[in-house]
């Protein structure tokens, strides 16, 4: 069996670039927290990419490890590879883009959509800690679109408190789709002790597939 190895370089590359093409060929079309982002190269031809940010909240900074770590955690924001790739390309991507990352992100969190059929095979495959489900929240649709779609309304009228004065019936209260969490900790040996024992959530089994 050919290895991603013999086959592909990862390096860096220009957030633009990476944000250009997960929003055209990631699931999801639409851009991500991006603060770094790395490359899957065979020969000169880019076909995959891999994004780092942090999380467009800051709850789930300070809910892995404490308000005190809270500026160690950056999220895996995207990840994207071409179908033509060999397998076990993405756990190369992924763990080469880690390794290249600053060293004092040393917390690193990244989900799966349950919703999206995922369960965070890859993440397995790559010894992260699965930390069970994200948390429960609720979410404001505007004409039957989903908020990333209906952002702009909401801000441009004063937030969601407002734009439910404005836009009435048109709103609607969902409860947003909860995620496989997973959780990954670098650095030395003794830090990475330290982190386990500030990990606020339980590390459970991976889930399966009759689970997902």
Known sequence: MTSPKDLYTVSPVEKSVAQAIVVENHYLHRRASCMFA???YEGDD?????????PASPFPCRGVCGPEESDRVIE?????????????????????????????????LSY??????????VYQATNWLYTGLSDAHVEWWLDGKPPSHSRHAFDAVGGVKKAKEVYGARMERRERARKNRYVMFRGGKSRRKELMRKLRYEVQPYPKAEDA
């Open 46 to 54: 880019l076909i995959g990419v891999c994004m780092f940010g942090k």
């Open 76 to 108: 895996l924001t995207r990840l994207w590879i071409d179908d033509k790739s060999v397998k076990n390309s993405e756990s190369f991507l992924i763990g080469q883009s880690i390794k290249m990352l600053p060293p004092e992100y040393d917390i690193l």
């Open 38 to 40: 790395f490359g899957l």
């Open 112 to 121: 799966a959509e349950i919703a999206q059929g995922h369960r965070g095979v």
